[in-house]
């Protein structure tokens, strides 16, 4: 659509809202405007570079490990790391493309050239399809952190229908933040970037950033305390060998990245509020697409590196304990209780775990502890 076609209010508004904020940043404000975008698009240039190795690397320890197209979960991983970062990219090329546009529209402001630029509409419809993308990564990556949570739990009832609270209330709360975002955008003859700068506070990030930010603390939280269980059974029945010490540097991995993830999202809501400087907001949106599509994607690759208890929890050979004062052998006292081998693996190497029935709750929850296959 070329310059005539634009309405007279869109050039007002452009003007209104663009103009003062680059007049004040130097004399030249539309060359620091495209020197801000250049040092973004260098930053996210890198951090996608890094999701890309990373990325590639999961995906060749999926496809070379033994018995992957008979193995569900490590099909089901490949899926989720490749569709994740299928739509990180699209996301990063809608984003690409919706700041090209706002450049020519900041150059159509600061410049007596006539260009052709997209109408509004078709320029909020990009946003809303990038918007609703990037959301579905964030949904997608609390599932993740949730998942781990139910897993390390064994799929305890229980952790199941808290963690499912908490993502349906992330889910509803995203898509009403999303609402609430797009629909000023088709009632106006805005362009997105010109409606969303006229608020002073946007609160819209913390109806989405809250739900979200509890579901990982709370998903972290049950990590951490799982860890703290198996950390004393584990040292009760393994002493302080290279076993036990392998299953702490795991479940530290998953406690430290849980953490992390919370802390850029508290990050993302400081910039939301203009706390720290405006790029900043930019930058965090595509950090966030970034750690949420990394999530599945280091998880792979810890299991490769530190055999996790995600890919062998609840496999194995499993013993009853007997009495109290060291590791549990078989004999009078301890029997097998079940003898499997690896669920997600044709390599039929079993990994031994111990099963230890509580003294306080004696035939109730058992407490379980890992030796060969962390």
């Known amino acids: 659509m070329s310059t005539t ?35 973004e698009n260098l930053f996210l240039g890198l951090v996608y570079s890094v999701y890309l190795v990373l990325y590639v690397t999961s995906v060749h320890i999926l496809l070379c490990s033994p018995g992957f197209t008979s193995s569900r979960p490590r099909m089901f991983m490949f899926g989720i790391t490749t569709f994740m970062f299928i739509m990180g990219i699209i996301a990063l090329v809608l984003e690409k493309t919706l700041e090209f546009q706002s450049i020519q529209w900041v150059t159509l402001i600061f410049s007596t050239t006539a260009g052709d ?24 990556g609390d599932i993740i952190c949730a998942w781990r949570a139910v897993v390390l739990w064994n799929r305890h009832s229980h952790v199941i229908a808290i963690l499912l609270l908490f993502i349906l209330g992330t889910t509803a709360a995203a898509g009403c933040e999303l609402g609430l975002s797009l629909v000023p955008l088709f009632k106006s003859d805005l362009p997105y970037f010109t409606t969303q700068g006229k608020a002073t506070v946007n609160f819209g990030p913390l109806i989405m950033v809250g739900p979200t930010l509890a579901t990982n603390l709370v998903s972290t939280g049950l990590i951490a305390w799982k860890a703290w269980q198996r950390r004393i059974s584990i040292r009760r029945h393994l002493g302080e060998g290279s076993g036990s010490v392998r299953a702490e540097r795991v479940f530290a991995l998953l406690i430290e990245s849980g953490f992390i993830y919370c802390c850029l999202w508290i990050l993302y809501l400081i910039s939301a509020f203009g706390v720290i400087l405006p790029p900043a907001f930019v930058i ?71 099963v230890v029935t509580s003294d306080e709750e004696k035939g109730g929850s058992l407490l379980q502890a890992q030796s060969a296959g962390l």
Request: proline share 6%; aromatic share 12%.
């Open 5 to 39: 076609g634009l309405h007279l209010t869109q050039s007002q508004a452009l003007c209104s809202s663009l103009h003062h904020h680059l007049s004040t940043m130097s004399s030249d404000p539309l060359v620091d405007y495209y020197k801000a975008t250049m040092y």
């Open 117 to 140: 630029v997209w109408s509004s509409y078709h320029t909020n419809v990009v946003f809303a399809v990038d918007a609703t993308i990037i959301r579905l990564m964030y949904i997608l």
């Open 284 to 354: 965090m949106n595509h950090v966030l697409v970034f750690a949420s599509g990394l999530y599945p994607t280091l998880i792979i690759i810890f299991v490769a590196m530190q055999k996790s208890p995600i890919e062998y929890y609840s496999t194995g050979m499993q013993f009853a304990r007997g009495p109290a004062g060291g590791p549990p052998t078989v004999g009078d006292n301890v029997y097998p209780i079940r003898h499997e081998y690896a669920s997600d693996s044709d390599t039929h190497v079993p990994s031994m775990v111990f």
